[in-house]
């Protein structure tokens, strides 16, 4: 019997996420990453996404954002509106080069610990039919589809999650 020979293994460097409220002079920063974060679904839909079209330094003034950052840097976002019976998720983005690495599902995990904190109980979003993974990764996440209708030639799905208090 042979064993198998020793291998190398390279230590995984594991940096810290940080998660934080943006401020207004972030604005710029998070249009980028919105733009970099969706670049991939333009072929698919045939144009922009609603969300590469959005007014950020208007967008941060407005609505919530809490941003995610590593080594200083902001890798991530999820922009939030309190209503009176839900928190809707009006956007979550993560830089490319950093997807894959549970950034989305922190941010996600974020938004339920701030619904129950502010009261609500449930967690509302909409998203493009034809985005894929992102309907996906909220269903693998305990979103359920409340009801589907055309946009713009295509199928746009709100989607919810009921928040245990």
């Known amino acids: 019997m042979t064993s198998d020979p020793p291998i190398e293994l390279r230590p995984i460097e ?48 407005e609505h919530h954002f809490d941003v995610a950052s590593e080594d200083g840097r902001i890798v991530g976002l999820i922009e939030t509106m309190l209503r009176d019976d839900h928190l809707w998720i009006e956007n979550v983005a993560v830089m490319p080069e950093a997807q894959g690495r549970g950034i989305g599902r922190l941010l996600l995990d974020h938004a339920e610990e701030k619904a129950l904190a ?31 209708e055309e946009f713009m030639k295509g199928t746009t799905i709100y989607m919810s999650k009921k928040l245990l208090r």
Do not use: C, H
């Open 118 to 148: 502010l009261g609500r109980s449930e967690l509302r979003l909409l998203t493009n039919g034809a985005f894929a993974d992102n309907v996906a990764l909220y269903r693998k996440r305990g979103y359920a589809v409340d009801r589907e």
């Open 14 to 61: 594991l940096r810290p996420i940080k998660l934080r409220p943006a401020i207004a002079q972030e604005a710029a920063a998070i249009a980028a990453i919105v733009d970099a974060a969706y670049a991939k679904w333009v072929p698919v839909i045939g144009r922009k996404p609603l969300p590469m079209q959005t007014d950020y330094a208007k967008a941060v003034l």
